[in-house]
């Protein structure tokens, strides 16, 4: 273990745990628009309180994204700095982008959205509330293009005086074709998350809940239930069309995805393979035949390549001495991961919809006990789908033109490293567990009464209560 | 001017919006345990800030993320070499964002005290070390042919960047008190305005002494030393407003002193972004820290497009939410405490 390895699990860390959070408030904050929207189009009360109830677990959520995303925008810096010297122009004008454009909408709207629910006219706020879900789309857009850029860096070249990526062209950046088949993948998986959030708590509710809420909670079953289903076939289809651009871009990610060593044509889809630790030998493997080929160029002949000849393809490339291949049972196995837990989440959401179709309520204890995963099993494919990812990319922080070694800070010490790897850790842990204390305490509180309207002349009255919980 | 020069001083207008914003932000975290004599005060105390700080925060992101766009090399020595305090920062606005949001969040007292306690130590943590760093920055760190920071922790401990940051921990009390003042009614504005005034007198020494310091010892020429005298005529200007009563002149005093402060180190620092104290030859420069042209003139294309935005919507904001809070606004503690009653709020 040296710098660079803690460097690497402190990134690992920190960022697979801002992702926890990142799907919530993506895609809450555009179910809780939808939902105010709805209240705001039929002035049925319900949705109101199902708005205010949501909007509540939503920012207990938001909190805790924030935070852990201002540590995203540092640690480049502080544990990546020749890296940061190497991309600065390409990938920071990107995070500086999306500060400017994007993260003063979602953080400044939020706000007004939060107290602003007596102060502002009512389509006003509604507006706040679309402001602020805009703010977080576009963010993740150019995020997802700075990542892009990691892992196909396109519209720039090097200067061969200083050494460093420089920019060329701002459109090719933006329309980099790993970042439009990610945008989608990751929009659907974020309403995967907080699709099953709602369908979980509804129908935690439906069970347990007050008998005067139980109308409400039905609808939040279907609504989410259809969110997260909706989701889950827009998750499948831009990951279809994701793993072809990956096959294409970065083909021994897609080799390292399947633990595929030989080039092969009519190449099969492993289920399940158990191998050796190292992943060099198979022991016992479980194949779809065909569907690889399919999956990665869309034809069930084509030649995919496999890792042993993408090794000597790169080292003739870019030189010998390093192994190109990705660490194999991680790359394969969150692979599998996310696949399966998001087609689980998808397959219960399904299921969840037709057992309390038509204002049934299901007797089934396991399956509510099965739907108050609804949440985590998306989380789990997203963080996997993360894992595989940037694992994948390996042993290149930008592919083809920087290795991971090379981009870690040379001025910061290992004690330093630890010092903020043990911190972070300790202290996102701690989080975690205020958090979701939280989140289960307001989820069980159900629906927030609703107080009758003040007359217009009320309005100003300074002496009311104003309308907000800090 | 080039365009480097330009995002020099676009980089200064971002650390001037952040520290004029959220240096009240900062002071009325300070004052929560001096103002907040009970739980319904210190609601009121937080709840000036509750539409705003969020907002304020992200001026810190977007002078993050220009510096690593326009001055990566800037940038890279910078959140490198600072590796501790930039941590101990990290971890201050960390849980004192998430105490803002989650000490209402249930009512017992104990949860409530130790957010209060995060919510202090978050305050008083990020104005000390952003003090420190900034005092440093002027005052020039060892820095190698590489442009990697050779210091270490304690080089960063000196008198000069000791004294930045005691001042820039006066400077953000006094704001604080001088926004409640503004934005408060009945006893906590009357505290808080006689707060404003003992704190803005410490406050006025230290600043006075910093700024001569630094435009005499850091390469002050004739425009910092006006800049630097008119950020403390301000101040002075602040107390008798505060003494008047005048709370909105008091504030504009005070945010004028903090983001003039913030001036005067940049001019201070022009044309270098972070000079070596090793060898002249190793300071990072607007010159040899920049990124390309090309860089440089997509993101003053978008800087110019979006600032203005940004500044309107932000306005607008501060607008809607203009009005004094008390304690009678504040609505009882079980309507916070359970869900099922937080009914109005929503939040």
């Known amino acids: 273990m040296d710098a660079l390895d803690v460097a690497r699990w402190q990134f690992g860390v920190t960022t697979v745990y801002h992702f926890l959070f990142v799907p919530m408030t993506i895609g809450m904050s555009l179910l809780v628009a939808i939902m105010q929207t709805i209240w705001y189009r039929t002035r049925d009360e319900k949705w109101l309180r199902l708005t205010k109830f949501f909007g509540k677990l939503f920012l207990i959520n938001f909190a805790m994204g924030i935070v852990t995303g201002i540590v995203q925008e540092f640690q480049f810096g502080m544990n990546w700095s020749d890296y940061s010297r190497f991309v600065g122009d390409v990938f920071g004008s990107l995070l500086a982008i999306e500060a400017l454009v994007a993260f003063f909408l979602e953080s400044t709207f939020l706000g007004l959205w939060i107290f602003g629910w007596e102060r502002l006219p009512k389509p006003i706020h509604l507006a706040t509330i679309w402001a602020a879900s805009i703010g977080t789309i576009l963010s993740m857009y150019f995020i997802l293009a700075a990542n892009s850029w990691m892992q196909n860096p396109v519209?720039?070249?090097?200067?061969?005086?200083?050494?460093?990526?420089?920019?060329?062209?701002?459109?090719?950046?933006?329309?980099?074709?790993?970042?439009?088949?990610?945008?989608?993948?990751?929009?659907?998986?974020?309403?995967?998350?907080?699709?099953?959030?709602?369908?979980?708590?509804?129908?935690?509710?439906?069970?347990?809940?007050?008998?005067?809420?139980?109308?409400?909670?039905?609808?939040?079953?279907?609504?989410?239930?259809?969110?997260?289903?909706?989701?889950?076939?827009?998750?499948?289809?831009?990951?279809?069309?994701?793993?072809?651009?990956?096959?294409?871009?970065?083909?021994?990610?897609?080799?390292?995805?399947?633990?595929?060593?030989?080039?092969?044509?009519?190449?099969?889809?492993?289920?399940?393979?158990?191998?050796?630790?190292?992943?060099?030998?198979?022991?016992?493997?479980?194949?779809?035949?065909?569907?690889?080929?399919?999956?990665?160029?869309g034809d069930i002949h084509a030649e995919i390549e496999g890792i042993d000849n993408l090794q000597e393809q790169y080292t003739a490339q870019y030189g010998a001495g390093v192994n190109y291949a990705p660490i194999i049972p991680v790359t394969y196995w969150?692979?599998?991961?996310?696949?399966?837990?998001?087609?689980?989440?998808?397959?219960?959401?399904?299921?969840?919809?037709?057992?309390?179709?038509?204002?049934?309520?299901?007797?089934?204890?396991?399956?509510?006990?099965?739907?108050?995963?609804?949440?985590?099993?998306?989380?789990?494919?997203?963080?996997?789908?993360?894992?595989?990812?940037?694992?994948?990319?390996?042993?290149?922080?930008?592919?083809?033109?920087?290795?991971?070694?090379?981009?870690?800070?040379?001025?910061?010490?290992?004690?330093?490293?630890?010092?903020?790897?043990?911190?972070?850790?300790?202290?996102?842990?701690?989080?975690?567990?205020?958090?979701?204390k939280l989140l289960l305490k307001y989820a069980k509180g159900g629906l927030p009464e609703i107080h009758p309207e003040p007359d217009s002349d009320e309005k100003d009255d300074e002496n009311r209560p104003l309308a907000f919980a800090y | 001017m080039d365009l480097a020069t330009f995002w020099f001083i676009l980089i200064g207008v971002l650390f001037v919006g952040y520290f004029v914003l959220e240096g009240f932000d900062f002071?009325?975290?300070?004052?929560?345990?001096?103002?907040?004599?009970?739980?319904?005060?210190?609601?009121?105390?937080?709840?000036?800030?509750?539409?705003?700080?969020?907002?304020?925060?992200?001026?810190?992101?977007?002078?993050?993320?220009?510096?690593?766009?326009?001055?990566?090399?800037?940038?890279?020595?910078?959140?490198?070499?600072?590796?501790?305090?930039?941590?101990?920062?990290?971890?201050?606005?960390?849980?004192?964002?998430?105490?803002?949001?989650?000490?209402?969040?249930?009512?017992?007292?104990?949860?409530?005290?130790?957010?209060?306690?995060?919510?202090?130590?978050?305050?008083?943590?990020?104005?000390?070390?952003?003090?420190?760093?900034?005092?440093?920055?002027?005052?020039?760190?060892?820095?190698?042919?590489?442009?990697?920071?050779?210091?270490?922790?304690?080089?960063?401990?000196?008198?000069?960047?000791?004294?930045?940051?005691?001042?820039?921990?006066?400077?953000?009390?006094?704001?604080?008190?001088?926004?409640?003042?503004?934005?408060?009614?009945?006893?906590?504005?009357?505290?808080?305005?006689?707060?404003?005034?003992?704190?803005?007198?410490?406050?006025?020494?230290?600043?006075?002494?910093?700024?001569?310091?630094?435009?005499?010892?850091?390469?002050?020429?004739?425009?910092?030393?006006?800049?630097?005298?008119?950020?403390?005529?301000?101040?002075?200007?602040?107390?008798?407003a505060n003494r008047a009563g005048r709370e909105g002149w008091a504030f504009v005093g005070t945010a004028i002193t903090i983001g003039l402060a913030v001036v005067t180190l940049f001019t201070v620092l022009f044309p270098n972004v972070m000079p070596s104290s090793t060898d002249p030859a190793n300071t990072l420069t607007i010159a040899n820290a920049s990124s390309s042209a090309y860089t440089l003139k997509i993101m003053t294309w978008v800087a110019l497009v979006f600032t203005p935005i940004v500044l309107l919507y932000q306005g607008w904001t501060y607008w809607v939410f203009r009005k004094r809070i008390g304690v009678h606004h504040i609505p009882d503690d079980g309507a916070v405490s359970s869900p099922a009653g937080s009914a109005v709020g929503g939040a």
């Open chain 1, 155 to 297: 519209g720039f070249h090097i200067n061969p005086d200083t050494g460093r990526a420089e920019l060329n062209s701002i459109g090719a950046l933006l329309t980099n074709k790993v970042t439009l088949a990610t945008f989608p993948h990751t929009f659907f998986g974020a309403l995967m998350v907080a699709g099953g959030m709602v369908v979980a708590v509804a129908l935690w509710h439906l069970y347990r809940g007050r008998d005067d809420q139980k109308p409400a909670f039905r609808t939040a079953v279907t609504f989410g239930g259809w969110v997260t289903i909706l989701a889950t076939a827009g998750t499948l289809i831009s990951g279809d069309f994701q793993g072809k651009i990956m096959t294409e871009v970065q083909p021994m990610k897609m080799a390292a995805a399947e633990g595929l060593y030989e080039t092969t044509s009519s190449a099969p889809f492993s289920l399940l393979t158990i191998g050796s630790l190292d992943g060099s030998r198979e022991v016992f493997a479980i194949t779809v035949p065909d569907l690889l080929s399919w999956l990665g160029k």
């Open chain 1, 334 to 436: 969150s692979f599998r991961m996310m696949i399966f837990f998001g087609l689980a989440a998808g397959a219960l959401a399904l299921l969840t919809l037709w057992m309390t179709r038509k204002g049934r309520t299901p007797a089934s204890r396991l399956l509510l006990m099965a739907a108050l995963t609804l949440p985590i099993l998306p989380l789990i494919a997203n963080s996997f789908g993360w894992i595989f990812t940037e694992m994948g990319r390996q042993p290149w922080l930008v592919f083809g033109e920087m290795l991971t070694r090379d981009g870690v800070s040379r001025s910061v010490s290992m004690a330093e490293v630890i010092t903020s790897f043990t911190t972070f850790t300790l202290l996102y842990a701690a989080l975690a567990v205020v958090e979701v």
């Open chain 2, 27 to 240: 002071g009325v975290g300070m004052l929560l345990p001096v103002l907040g004599r009970d739980d319904r005060e210190r609601r009121v105390v937080i709840n000036t800030i509750g539409p705003v700080w969020d907002g304020n925060e992200v001026w810190l992101i977007t002078a993050g993320g220009a510096m690593f766009a326009a001055f990566p090399e800037w940038y890279a020595t910078l959140f490198s070499g600072f590796y501790l305090p930039l941590l101990l920062i990290l971890v201050a606005l960390i849980v004192r964002a998430v105490g803002f949001d989650y000490r209402g969040k249930r009512a017992d007292a104990a949860w409530k005290r130790n957010w209060d306690i995060a919510i202090i130590f978050g305050s008083y943590t990020p104005a000390l070390l952003w003090g420190v760093a900034f005092a440093n920055i002027v005052r020039g760190v060892p820095i190698d042919a590489n442009f990697d920071y050779t210091g270490g922790f304690f080089n960063l401990l000196n008198p000069y960047a000791l004294l930045g940051g005691i001042t820039m921990v006066a400077l953000c009390l006094t704001h604080g008190a001088v926004f409640l003042a503004l934005k408060t009614e009945g006893d906590i504005r009357v505290r808080a305005n006689r707060i404003g005034g003992r704190a803005g007198l410490i406050a006025a020494v230290l600043a006075v002494t910093f700024l001569a310091w630094t435009v005499s010892a850091h390469g002050g020429n004739a425009a910092s030393v006006a800049i630097s005298a008119v950020a403390a005529l301000a101040l002075a200007g602040a107390l008798l």
